[in-house]
């Protein structure tokens, strides 16, 4: 059984968030960082900021949601340990 993960990454030149879920994490970086995904193909800087491990897809699914649904800067910020 796989595990999965909500991630939120992190591009400077953006000064974007991004937020998603997956149950590879480091193939969805590189995915991310090499143009695969069309939101974040505008950059090749995305870094890693948060990882929170679910035990599958459906709770993955839901958590993504839950902090999206807060539309908040200040709470991803907050969420990812990041100052300022």
């Known amino acids: 059984m796989n595990?999965?993960?909500v991630y939120i990454i992190y591009s400077a030149s953006l000064d974007k968030y991004y937020i998603g879920y997956t149950s590879e994490i480091e193939?969805?970086?590189q995915e991310?960082?090499?143009?695969?995904?069309s939101f974040t193909a505008k950059a090749n800087d995305w870094v890693l900021k948060y990882k929170e491990e679910l035990p599958d897809r459906?709770?993955?699914i839901t958590r993504?949601?839950?902090i999206k649904a807060k539309k908040s800067r200040?709470?991803?910020k907050w969420l990812t340990g990041?100052?300022?």
């Open 32 to 37: 991310h960082n090499s143009g695969i995904s």
């Open 74 to 76: 200040k709470y991803i």
């Open 82 to 84: 990041s100052a300022g």
């Open 3 to 5: 595990t999965f993960c």
């Open 64 to 66: 993504e949601k839950e």
């Open 58 to 60: 459906i709770s993955a």
């Open 27 to 29: 193939k969805r970086m």
